[in-house]
């Protein structure tokens, strides 16, 4: 019974820990792939982005202007990313009826599709698919296309990436992780102290480490007690040894 508990145990687990590790690399591991996420707050692009939602977006340009002090170099990239949008606008990968990751503040990301596009002006005017008005976006303002999305994962995207959900998700991951691997662990601890023969092993590797270090005592006792003889003396004593050998 113990077994078949330990083999549940092992399964659910494990399920959980690779269960963990998937949602770690929808959430994180897209960003190697150029995509950012973002959760759906608002129902303006219902019934085809729900709130809860989790958006990828493929960013146009993931630098930040306002870490770029030199005015010149701030002009320039900005009209980089320009003429990137309007090159991705004549090749068709940006066009009308796409969906559309924009900032609508300096806070706020909002997600709308194109309804127009305006390239004099450099701007696209958006609609959420359940609002009854248009929005100006400027291409600089412009995040990145949505590429695909996740029912309901925002959710978790919010409580594992904010605390306390944080905390508590790290918590949970290391508990698993101990409970996959601790249970081996001692199993094979507790076998090796089980065994017979480790067992006899282990004490003769003991018995030997005493016996050498009683000797190495001895050693250093006799260096000690013939230390204060002279050299004539030593060969007295070594002839004197040798005679009662020879007797």
Not at 27 to 40: A, C, E, I, K, Q
Not at 215 to 242: D, N, P, V
Request: aromatic share 6%; net charge negative.
């Amino acid at each position: 019974m113990n077994n078949t508990l330990k083999k549940i145990w092992n399964i659910t687990s494990t399920v959980l820990v690779v269960l963990i590790v998937l949602c770690a690399v929808f959430l994180m591991g897209s960003r190697m792939m150029g995509y950012h996420v973002y959760t759906v707050l608002s129902g303006s692009m219902e019934p085809e982005y729900m709130v809860g939602d989790l958006l990828y977006v493929k960013h146009v340009d993931s630098r930040d202007f306002s870490d770029i002090k030199d005015k010149a170099e701030l002009e320039k990239a900005k009209q980089e990313k320009i003429d990137k949008i309007l090159s991705l606008i004549e090749d068709g990968s940006l066009k009308v009826k796409d969906p559309i990751t924009f900032m609508l503040n300096e806070t706020t990301v909002a997600t709308h599709r194109i309804v127009e596009i305006d390239t004099e002006n450099y701007k696209f005017i958006t609609q959420g698919d359940a609002n009854e008005t248009t929005e100006e976006v400027h291409f600089l303002n412009l995040v990145g296309e949505v590429s695909f999305s996740i029912p309901k994962l925002g959710y978790v995207s919010d409580f594992i990436q904010n605390p306390p959900g944080m905390y508590i998700t790290i918590a949970i991951g290391a508990v698993l992780i101990l409970a996959v691997f601790l249970p081996d662990m001692i199993g094979k601890k507790k076998k090796e102290e089980e065994d017979p023969e480790l067992v006899a092993v282990q004490s003769e590797v003991k018995a030997a480490n005493e016996e050498n270090e009683r000797l190495k005592a001895e050693i250093e006792r006799l260096k000690a007690e013939t230390a204060h003889y002279s050299t004539g003396e030593l060969a007295q004593l070594r002839a004197e040894m040798e005679s009662k050998k020879s007797e």
